[in-house]
Nanobody, 119 residues
Framework: QVQLQESGPGLVKPSQKLSLSCTVS??????????YNWIRQPPGKGLEWIGY???????YYSPSLKSRTSIYRDTSKNQVTLQLNSVTPEDTAVYYC???????????WGQGTQVTVSS
């Protein structure tokens, strides 16, 4: 059973960098063929996919966020990290880590972490 736990700052100032970590338990993040996704839900809106990092280390990002997004991993900590640069209040959302066995598959979810962008 895979379990995911997001962590990070709840409040970020505009123009700063947001970093969120997802700690994975239940197996190494290098195990085939999992995709580790970051997804967010702004208040009053639907889910928005941000990007993923595969078990192999390959990454793929939403075209709308690609210029500001980086997802990387620390295999020694079994963590996947989302970095979002130059945040604005429109980046305020609940951010989720989700893992699945393929593209657009989300079999396991973290509980989510609220991020507010405000001065």
């Amino acid at each position: 059973q895979v379990q995911l736990q997001e962590s990070g700052p709840g409040l970020v100032k505009p123009s700063q960098k947001l970093s969120l970590s997802c700690t994975v338990s239940g197996g190494p993040i290098t195990i085939a063929y999992y995709y580790y996704n970051w997804i967010r839900q702004p208040p009053g809106k639907g889910l928005e996919w941000i990007g993923y990092i595969r078990y192999s280390g390959d990454t793929y990002y939403s075209p709308s966020l690609k210029s500001r997004t980086s997802i990387y991993r620390d295999t020694s900590k079994n963590q996947v990290t989302l970095q979002l640069n130059s945040v604005t209040p429109e980046d305020t959302a609940v951010y989720y880590c989700a893992v699945g066995g393929g593209v657009c598959e989300y079999d396991y979810w973290g509980q989510g972490t609220q991020v507010t962008v405000s001065s």
